[in-house]
Structures are given as C-alpha cells and as structure tokens.
C-alpha cells in the first residue's frame, strides 16, 4: 500500500499498528505467494487453508485451533499461518480500535526471553503476557522445536489452556508430527493442541528461495 491519499494513509497507518502489536517481523509482512508442488502434493491441504482464510472471521471469533506441521523445514507452513493473520487484519482493519488484536509468537525466542525476563524484564516478553489472553489470535510458530523446561512448559500450558478455554483461537506450526510433540511437550499440552481443531499436514518440498513462500 501507498499512502497517496487519506483513504491510503488511514489504511497504512491501521495496519501498521495492527502489525507491530502483534510483534509481526518486517520480511513477513509482504503478501508472499503460496504454491503447492508440481506433482501436486498437498493440494487437499492448502484447498483446506484456503477455505479457513476466506472464513477467517468466524474461525476466529469461534475460537479455532489449527496445527500445520511437516517434517521437511521451508514448505509454508509459518507462510500459511502469517497468511491467515495477514487476511484477518485486512478484513478487520476498518472497524478495529488502536489495540493489539493478535500476537506472533516465535515460540523458541519466547521462551529464551521469558527465561531472561525473571531476571532482566524484557519489553518483549512483558508486551506478550499483558495481551497474549485477551488477543483475538495467537500464532504459535515452530512450538515444540526446543525443549521446554518445567518452568516454560507450565507458562505455555497454562496460557495455551485459558485460550482455549475462554474461547480464542490459535494457530501452531511445527517441524514435530503428532507423537513427536506429545514427547516434546508432555501429553497434556500436546493433546491441546493437535486435537482441538484443524490437524494439517505438509508433505512437500523445500520451496525458500524459490519466492514461492519459503519461510517455514
């Protein structure tokens, strides 16, 4: 977009906002194109996403849960789930007041930061916790892929727990399969997540770099 008028400014202006509350990282802001392999793995898969975009308002006002997962790394899966979120704020930006509305969370980084933070209090961390329970959408990137210690586990169960419960939808991505993210994070949150909602599955190829929409 280009702010060339007021309508455009205004636009701009929202989006931002709405961009840098969520802690979504510059590069992963651009519209990247999405594309299955040429022999046509995951059609089925991506025709499922694109049907959960075009109905992105009501997965998210009734509080969906999805989990995309793949074990081969660059096959778009943080693309789909940064996709789904950058639709939401296009459908929401006009109505919405100047609050944090969804959160992206790099789960590994998160959890690195949330350990520094009980010694050095970090913006970063504190900005998560004041609206990781009340925003309307979470996304959960590569969860699983660090081991968690009893201390992180909790934080995350206990967050991941009140979202579901109260209602707020989410999205997880993840290197893990099912059985591998129950071993990584205990049978209790893992449950919670592949089992609550949409279970999708990569089976693809590497596309980073490709400008096919690399990112995980």
């Not at 205004?10 to 802001?29: C, F, G, S, W």
């Not at 025709?47 to 006002?61: A, G, H, R, S, T």
């Not at 990137?141 to 586990?153: L, P, R, W």
Request: hydrophobic share 35%.
């Amino acid at each position: 977009l280009h702010c060339n008028d007021e309508k455009g400014c205004l636009i701009q202006y929202k989006l931002d906002y709405l961009y840098n509350e969520a802690n979504v990282p510059l590069k992963l802001r651009k519209n990247m194109p999405l594309r299955i392999d040429a022999d046509g793995t995951d059609l089925n898969e991506f025709m499922q996403l694109k049907q959960i975009q075009d109905n992105i308002i009501m997965f998210v006002e009734d509080g969906r849960q999805l989990y995309i997962h793949s074990k081969q790394a660059g096959n778009g899966k943080s693309s789909w789930a940064i996709r789904l979120l950058q639709t939401y704020f296009n459908k929401i930006w006009l109505r919405t007041d100047l609050k944090c509305r969804a959160l992206f969370i790099n789960v590994p980084i998160f959890l690195l930061k949330l350990k520094d933070n009980i010694s050095n209090k970090s913006d970063y961390v504190e900005h998560i916790k004041e609206n990781v329970y009340d925003c309307d959408l979470v996304i959960w990137d590569d969860i699983g892929t660090k081991s968690a210690t009893v201390y992180e586990g909790e934080n995350l169960l206990s967050i991941i727990e009140s979202r579901i419960s109260n209602g707020k939808a989410n999205i997880f991505t993840s290197n893990l399969n099912d059985k591998e993210l129950h071993e990584a994070l205990g049978d209790r949150l893992a449950s919670r997540i592949c089992n609550s909602g949409y279970n999708i599955e990569f089976r693809g190829g590497d596309k980073r770099g490709l400008g096919l929409g690399g990112n995980e």
